[in-house]
């Protein structure tokens, strides 16, 4: 079975400019989520999608991050401008269930942001 | 809010001796509770989890924790500790609000030294 692929493994910017990353979750896979793990600490949820909706963007910083889900399946999240507090490794992750009940969240390798 | 706590940044334990990794966890009502392991440039991987009934849960690689209600916690325990469970372990917790998310503890790394 295949897992959770995501790109770019690496990235750095400049300050200011943007970034796009991408996420392909596990085949069936309702939930998808997308946290930001910053050096020492544990990751942090950004957002989690139901299919295509968006079930929780609370901690999501909107003024200068978007997500979206396409068709349910793909995802893409995007910051623009960066700033250097964004510097961090960006996880997706999907689950089989709806509610995150089971816990079993399957996780990609990550995409690390470095921003100078 | 539902939440969990890791005490301790760093756990050092010798190959073949026991480990324990500890965490506490904050709830009103029943807790699901988790732990995943971080290996280096790997992504999370899920270990065990405890929703209800036996209070001590068995999951990969050896690993089983122990969930103790009158301490609001839920250890991680390996009977025999081997080099290659060095990594970086997390604690997690799912919080009921308008939808159910996983919020992860802070993390604890494991060195386990031959």
């Known amino acids: 079975e295949a897992g959770v692929a995501q790109s770019p493994r690496y990235k750095i910017i400049e300050k200011r400019q943007s970034v796009a990353f991408w996420c392909n979750p596990i085949?069936?896979?309702?939930?998808l989520y997308w946290y930001q793990q910053i050096l020492g600490q544990g990751p942090k949820l950004l957002i989690q999608?139901?299919?295509?909706?968006?079930?929780?963007d609370s901690q999501l910083p909107k003024d200068r991050f978007s997500a979206e889900r396409l068709k349910g399946v793909d995802s893409t999240l995007k910051i623009q401008p960066a700033k250097l507090e964004d510097s961090a490794v960006y996880l997706c992750?999907?689950?089989?269930?709806?509610?995150?009940?089971?816990?079993?969240?399957?996780f990609g390798e990550g995409s690390r942001l470095t921003v100078l | 809010a539902q939440s969990v706590a890791q005490p301790e940044d760093q756990v050092n334990v010798a190959e073949g001796n026991p480990l324990t990794v500890k965490c506490t966890y904050s709830?009103?009502?029943?807790?699901?509770l988790f732990w995943y392991v971080q290996y280096p440039n790997r992504g999370l991987q899920f270990l065990l989890k405890?929703?209800?009934?036996?209070?001590l849960v068995k999951g990969s690689y050896g690993f089983e924790a122990e969930f103790n209600k009158s301490q609001t916690s839920f250890h991680l325990k390996k009977p025999s500790a081997l080099v290659s469970d060095s990594a970086l372990y997390f604690c997690?917790?799912?919080?009921?609000?308008?939808?159910?998310?996983?919020?992860f503890g802070s993390g604890t790394r494991l060195s386990i030294r031959p």
């Open positions: 085949s069936g896979h309702a939930t």
């Open positions: 999608f139901q299919n295509n909706g968006v079930v929780d």
């Open positions: 405890y929703i209800t009934g036996d209070n």
């Open positions: 709830v009103s009502g029943n807790p699901y």
């Open positions: 992750a999907s689950s089989l269930d709806v509610d995150s009940r089971s816990g079993e969240l399957f």
């Open positions: 997690a917790i799912l919080r009921y609000s308008s939808a159910s998310k996983i919020i």
